[in-house]
């Protein structure tokens, strides 16, 4: 199975901060990587596909970027509503697999 | 508008079964791929089963193969996870999502299954 690592766990943020997670794939996913928020309480939205495709309604702020095993997810100035937990997804072979999770946290 | 709506949850005791229901509108149910996708309390999301738009092809993360069944009718617009011989460590909120190739561009809200004595 693909493992895929996000770090940092947590992240502690200010608003209007440019903030930047990372996944790493224990092996090459090409740019089968998707990025979903998950605000509490709520399902998981998807956020961002094929590494760095947006997704129509999901604000500009948020970007992709990255291929083969190191992704990146960065926020152009973060706001209180982008305060969840961000998970990565592989879709290059099954099982689907997901990170563990960044979780931001207001500073 | 998209809309995946879940039922069928509860409390169950380990070993007994569940069969969980997605009812699905908004788009073309049989043109799409569908998935199960579960969240054990306070823990990450973990892919449970897939299942072709035809339902002619069917596939498991190992952990649940043997003991699980997803389905569907399209004529009905219903996606289904019949859970057989449940474990403690299947205890989690049960999302509906709809599968575009290989990422889950929708979401349902979200069952929870409860498996304990």
């Known amino acids: 199975d693909v493992v895929l690592t996000q770090s940092p766990a947590t992240l502690s943020v200010t608003p209007g901060e440019r903030i930047s997670l990372s996944c790493r794939a224990s092996?090459?996913?090409?740019?089968?990587l998707h990025w979903y928020q998950q605000k509490p309480n709520e399902s998981p939205r998807l956020l961002i596909k094929y590494a760095s495709q947006s997704i129509s309604g999901i604000p500009s702020r948020f970007s992709g970027s990255g291929s083969g095993t190191d992704f990146t997810l960065s926020i152009n100035g973060v706001e209180l509503e982008d305060l969840s937990i961000y998970y990565c997804?592989?879709?290059?072979?099954?099982?689907?697999?997901f990170g563990a999770g960044t979780k931001l946290e207001l500073k | 508008e998209v809309q995946l709506v879940e039922s069928g949850g509860g409390l169950v005791q380990p070993g007994r079964s569940l069969k969980l229901s997605c009812a699905a509108s908004g788009f073309t149910f049989s043109n799409y791929y569908m998935a199960w996708v579960r969240q054990a309390p306070t823990k990450g999301l973990e892919w449970v089963a897939s299942?072709?738009?035809?339902?002619?092809?069917?596939y498991y993360r190992d952990s649940v193969k043997g003991r699980f069944t997803i389905s569907r009718d399209n004529a009905k617009s219903t996606l289904y996870l019949q859970m057989d011989s449940l474990r403690s460590e299947d205890t989690a909120t049960y999302y509906c999502t709809r599968e575009r190739y290989n990422y889950f561009d929708y979401w349902g809200q979200g069952v929870m299954v409860t498996v304990s004595s």
């Open positions: 299942i072709t738009n035809s339902g002619g092809s069917t």
């Open positions: 092996e090459s996913v090409d740019t089968y």
């Open positions: 997804q592989q879709g290059n072979s099954l099982p689907r697999t």
